[in-house]
């Protein structure tokens, strides 16, 4: 076998980021409560770095009062923790407690019932035997939160016999279905959105509207759901006022059971927002104001010189003292200056958007928002489109209107030779659907007419486009009684 040698020449574009500018790009997507809980994490982990503000200033003039020093021991010991929230439970019992002493019981918050745990509890008020009271929690165990089964029948009896060892009949997992289906809130167990309206009709009175209600739901769904009025009514041989009765019926119905309105509150997974910004307006004049609670940070005295005692240390551990100072002067140093450089971009990049949207925030007019995209304030600031889409991501502008997120300002054109932003062409689509027919809906190409008629030229893929962006149904479904 020949061996051969070959030498070739490639050329390679590659770019590599330096640490601060790693730093600086994940400081920069950080929102103002991230950033404040980065600060402070900083300020544990590095000794050379220190927050100078006011209260440090206050404290340190207390110092040299008259005050008599009158702190327990117990106190003392308490002082050396951050905040009452890292202090030791026992260190708030005291042993030496007295009758008549205050007292608070600790008490354990919780955050409410779940819909599981609802349906046990009504369970457990029913005359079961074992064996169907375990067969009622492992159907209520197959219950997920909006209140629907997740498993068919059969495969709750495969289930039931694997796991728990019981072969159940058919008659006894029905019989125990029906029990749990006829548990509160009224819908819960059903195997599909038929399922769950019928088992709360069923619940209801006996009157016309409701009777109605049920033969639609239980024999012309699919009719129902793709809103062909015309057919029901010719099939149930019914007039226009008593299918809108019906309709109204089903529409008080709740498609999702299992949100409990005693559990609201303990399930709100809202996400609460911290503006990063403030813009306020006085006549023509803008103020602008970069909203955070970090402290102003500096560089710990210790940690400012190189000098040490060289009588107190050996050459060796001199050497590492002095490495480990440098390590943490130099980290400190460069989270300080990465923190300002973020806090001098996020002000400019606000400052380019409150100058290229300046009659939005002296209006608060949507339709006075002009089309801007990234570029435009690339072009306004010098930064890069990247710095630009971080600076924005996830941040909130407070004003007298409200608190909108950045991305809201940024929006395109719907053509290039057009000054015309969409949230204008948004705002004349939504006027025109709420003013349309309710038995005859405009179709988009009908909507693109009437937009052209306003003087905003746009396609029917663009309107079909924006519709879907607002979450508007086709005209199908827009379509009443």
């Known amino acids: 076998m020949k061996e051969s040698l070959s030498q070739s020449l490639n050329q390679r574009l590659q770019q590599r980021l330096s640490p601060m500018q790693v730093q600086f790009v994940r400081l920069l997507e950080m929102n103002g409560a991230e950033i404040e809980d980065e600060v402070r994490r900083a300020l544990d982990e590095n000794p050379a770095l220190e927050a100078t503000d ?27 923790y951050r905040s009452e929230d890292d202090i030791p439970s026992y260190r708030f019992e005291t042993s030496g407690r007295q009758y008549g002493d205050d007292w608070t019981e600790p008490v354990v918050a919780t955050s409410g019932e779940t819909l599981q745990q609802y349906l046990l509890t ?55 279905l029906k029990k749990v289906r006829e548990l509160d809130p009224p819908g819960v167990g059903a195997t ?32 129902f759901s793709h809103k062909h009025f ?19 019926e089903i529409k008080s119905l709740n498609p999702k059971p299992g949100a409990l309105p005693e559990d609201t509150h303990s399930r709100d997974t809202s996400t609460h927002i911290t503006p990063d910004f403030s813009v306020e307006t006085d006549g023509d004049t803008i103020t602008l104001t970069l909203l955070n609670n970090l402290p102003q940070l500096q560089i710990e005295s210790t940690f400012s010189t190189d000098e040490l005692p060289s009588q107190s240390r050996s050459t060796e551990r ?51 928002l002009r089309p801007m995209i990234l570029k435009d304030i690339a072009s306004l600031t010098g930064y890069d489109l990247s710095v630009i889409s971080r600076a924005t991501t996830g941040k909130y502008v407070a004003t007298r209107a409200g608190i909108y997120p950045l991305k809201f300002f940024f929006n395109e054109r719907p053509k290039e030779d057009t000054d ?53 149904p086709v005209a199908r479904l827009r379509k009443e009684i």
């Open 420 to 472: 015309t932003s969409s949230h204008e062409i948004l705002a004349a689509l939504r006027d025109i659907i709420a003013t349309e027919s309710k038995r005859r809906p405009l179709s988009d190409e009908a909507i693109a007419s009437a937009l052209s008629e306003k003087g905003y030229s746009v396609a029917r893929r663009t309107v079909t486009k924006y519709r879907e962006r607002e979450g508007i």
């Open 230 to 248: 015309d057919r029901i009514m010719a099939a149930l041989e019914i007039d226009s006022e008593a299918l809108r009765d019906a309709i109204d």
């Open 122 to 176: 009504q369970l457990s008020s029913l005359p079961l035997t074992p064996r169907q009271q375990m067969t009622g929690e492992y159907i209520v165990g197959n219950i997920d939160d909006n209140g629907y089964l997740t498993r068919s029948f059969h495969s709750l009896l495969d289930d039931i016999a694997v796991q728990e060892g019981v072969e159940l009949r058919d008659e006894e997992l029905e019989e125990m």
């Open 318 to 368: 001199r050497r590492e003292a002095m490495a480990f100072i440098r390590q943490r002067r130099d980290d400190a140093a460069t989270f300080i200056k990465t923190l300002q450089m973020r806090q001098e971009t996020l002000y400019r990049v606000m400052s380019a958007i409150v100058q290229w949207q300046r009659q939005f925030f002296l209006t608060y007019d949507e339709t006075k």
């Open 192 to 223: 599909d959105l038929r399922d769950c309206l019928l088992l709360q009709l069923r619940r209801r009175p006996n009157t016309v509207s409701v009777n109605t209600a049920r033969e639609i739901v239980a024999n012309y769904f699919d009719m």
């Open 54 to 80: 006011s209260s440090t200033a206050d404290i340190s003039t207390d110092d040299h009062d008259d005050t008599p020093f009158t702190e327990t021991a117990e106190e003392l010991q308490r002082a050396d």
